[in-house]
């Protein structure tokens, strides 16, 4: 009779877990002619997210990450797990922050992106529980050049990786079985892998290792022959080596880890960057060694397979560096994806440039009151500056998240952020091209803002039809032609001027057809009234409202 009964309840248990399990299919990142979106809940997703600090994630700490994460309606919070805290004694796992973190994130409607601070922190060991810092014979640091030890976990240590492997999955099992509700969309595993003060391991293991033969797999991701001369480290790679080395090795232990907690539970998992100036790149030494910098991206795809994405950190500014950086992430082999990078005013527009690339998410780092800001005195607004920027971003962008991602996913969306000195971009969407402008007032050139601010998103819904906002910018509609005129760069008058094209040796002109200002509504548009006059006469404006413009278009 017992055996009945616990027959019944597993059947039932089984068939409820079925159905979540349709209601709420693991999240996974899909790939289509060369574009990517992170599916959740079976539909593309983009993530507007917030890191927490890195100590923010303790139940005396959550009220203030909360608190931010609610200001600033984001969809995703990204915060920690830390070895530390999860295995105090060897083989015993504390899930209770775990648990903590599901339950309140499902209260304040958020997803999680979780981050494994194991053998990696910043390039440190800092987060191995006390049990292995203890014991640095067998929990092996990186031995630098001169035989000294240096603050970076070994990739060789065997022991490490072992209880990393173990702790991870246990980590990611528990994970499969407390959140059939997908709370979790993605995980990070490691942080900033690689090693500073040291281009390698100079062990005496790790030597011989680079004293061999690379690997076939290694010589064929970088683009080498293969073939049969077998090259040293050093005869491969030359100045590059050890670089590339040490890539191979923490790329490698990172991939088992990866693997291991894939096997249990199949979430999209990566693996993020302290990058190397994308510009002017230093000499091997100027940047965290080991790590998925964009020079070893290849090296890292061969080796840690389990990894879905190899993502950057993007605190390198200005505007050249930032666009590089995206350029170099935005592969036909890694989907882009943002998981830590600043909310300053002039850094939130660039997350209209990594939609622009498909990017599936975006996360500024440190969004919580965790620390000294916000002043504890001084009015909300002064509190909140550090937020808003983000907040601001996610305002227009949250309600049509779904949206954005699905339509990025299709190829039908282009997004660009103000460049200084290009006060003007054209968007091409087969007969027609979307011109963006910048800090040209009514009647005026467009000059470019003061600041460079600017934003501007367009998707194409039919032939003729767009989904159209920003921030301060003027967007409108030109016909694609040989020849162009554009009011939106040189307004001599008023109506009349519109955007035109000589097609076929005859000039056609842009009218809008409609115009609907609307919101999105439970993820649909929903327009509320129909623009024209002042409003439509001098192109599209956006300034620091959240506006959203479905258009029509035709000519004549
Ligand atoms: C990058 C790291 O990944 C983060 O955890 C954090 O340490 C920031 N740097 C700096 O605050």
Redesign the pocket.
Known sequence: MKAIIIAVVLAAWGAGSVLQGQEHPIPRIVEKDGRYALLVDGAPYLMLGAQSN?SSDWPATLPKVWQAIDYLHANTLETPIYWEQFEPKPGQYDYSAVDTILAQAREHHVHLVLLWFGTW??GSQHYMPEWMKLDPERYSHVTNKNGELVDSPSPFAQASLDADVRAFTAFMRHLKLADPQRTVIMVQVE??TGTWGALRDYSAAANKLFDASVPAEVLTAMGKDAGTSAPTWHEAFGDEAEVNFHAWAVAKYVGKIAAAGKAVYALPLYA?A?LRDPVKPGAPGSYESGGPTDNVLPIWKAEAPAIDVLAP?I?LLDTPSYLKVIDLYHRPDNALFIP?TAGTPHAARFLFSALGLQAIGYSP??LDYSRARPPTTGDAAAQNAFLDPTAQNYKLIGPMMRDVARLNFEGKLQAVAEVEGQPTQTLHFGTWDAIVSYGGGRGGAAKGNSEPIGRALVAQLGDNQFLVTGYFSRVDFCPAGTEQQRKSQQIVSGTGQEPSALIDGKWQHRQFLRVEEGAYENGAFKPARILNGDQTDWGLNFNSEPEVLRVSVATY
């Open positions: 890195n922190k910043n942080n900033e993020n302290a950190d605190y830590e780092f440190g």
